[in-house]
């Protein structure tokens, strides 16, 4: 149920914009910025959100890149793709873009959109769509460079990666907890039928799709 329900909104979403601009499809992306890696060199861990190269689409004002080889560099907030096995930095304006986890499976498929402002958040920022509806759900993956100290190593640098999470409501990106107390709070114009809710479906809110559950029934309320 909770697949079907997010490879709808996927799809949606994906219709939504493509109807919208009425975009066509483009060839490969040209760009002469080559990616540098070796700026990482002695970090342990790594910039990306996955290292290996991800099959996806990025939507442009123009059009719709299709098939191409993706890596999201979660630290520098960039989108690189792979062209002849060499790293390239996407320079074009970028809406929204897809990454395929397993191409076969729509229900892995992760949806990045940029343009939404609130709390610590840029419009630049690229979020990952958990949910779209009234009221929102994005994910924002995030790297810290954090220093160490090892015994015959001295002072070692590492990646570590951790996730914040935003409400967008009144398009006004809210952040949020994902726990009971700050989501009911959040919401607490239809607090006392979402406690009801919490406690008829026994939401523990650990998964991200409880927070999800919460909001579609929120926004049948509306």
Do not use: C
Not at 208 to 222: F, G, S, V
């Amino acid at each position: 149920m909770v697949k079907a329900f997010i490879l709808g909104g996927i799809l949606l979403l994906s219709s939504t914009l493509l109807e919208a601009q009425n975009v066509m499809s483009l060839q490969d992306p040209v760009s002469t910025k080559n990616f540098n890696s070796e700026k990482y060199s002695g970090i342990r861990g790594t910039p990306f959100l996955m290292d290996k190269w991800i099959k996806g689409t990025v939507t442009t004002p123009v059009g719709v890149y299709q098939n191409l080889e993706l890596k999201l560099n979660v630290y520098d907030n960039i989108i690189v793709y792979n062209k002849q096995d060499e790293p390239f930095e996407l320079t074009d304006k970028i809406i929204n873009f897809t990454l395929m986890v397993k191409e076969s499976d729509p229900s892995t498929w992760l949806v990045f959109r940029k343009d939404l402002t609130g709390t610590d958040l840029s419009k630049n920022q690229y979020v990952q769509v958990l949910y779209e509806g009234k009221v929102g759900l994005y994910k924002q993956p995030t790297k810290q460079l954090a220093e160490i100290s090892e015994i015959n190593a001295g002072i070692v640098k590492t990646f570590s990666s951790n996730s914040k999470y935003y409400l967008l409501i009144n398009n006004v990106a809210q952040f949020v907890r994902l726990n009971k107390t700050e989501l009911l709070d959040a919401l607490k114009d239809k607090k006392d039928q979402l406690q009801l809710f919490v406690a008829d479906k026994k939401l523990s809110f650990k998964k991200e799709t409880d927070a999800i559950d919460l909001l579609k029934y929120y926004n049948t309320l509306q």
